[in-house]
């Protein structure tokens, strides 16, 4: 967490020039905003690692049934 939150000064620092006479709800406004930003940016990259893996994983499945197919193997029967 203290990590985060020094990573998010750093940040501020860096990209938005504060006054010292900076409205703390206007900093904490931006802080939400950083933070909110990193999220969805995090949120989406995962989404897209999710949906790849599920893409991977239908091509893996149906390269499956292709084999089995070939070797004459049926596939799973009915579930008991």
């Known amino acids: 967490m203290t990590d985060l939150r020094n990573e998010m000064d750093s940040d501020l620092d860096q990209n938005y020039s504060l006054n010292s006479n900076a409205d703390p709800k206007n900093m904490q406004e931006l802080t939400i905003y950083n933070v909110q930003d990193k999220f969805q940016t995090m949120s989406d990259q995962i989404i897209t690692r999710i949906d790849d893996m599920g893409n991977r994983i239908d091509d ?21």
């Open 60 to 80: 893996l499945e149906k390269s499956i049934a292709d084999l089995m197919n070939q070797a004459g193997v049926e596939g799973p029967g009915p579930e008991k």
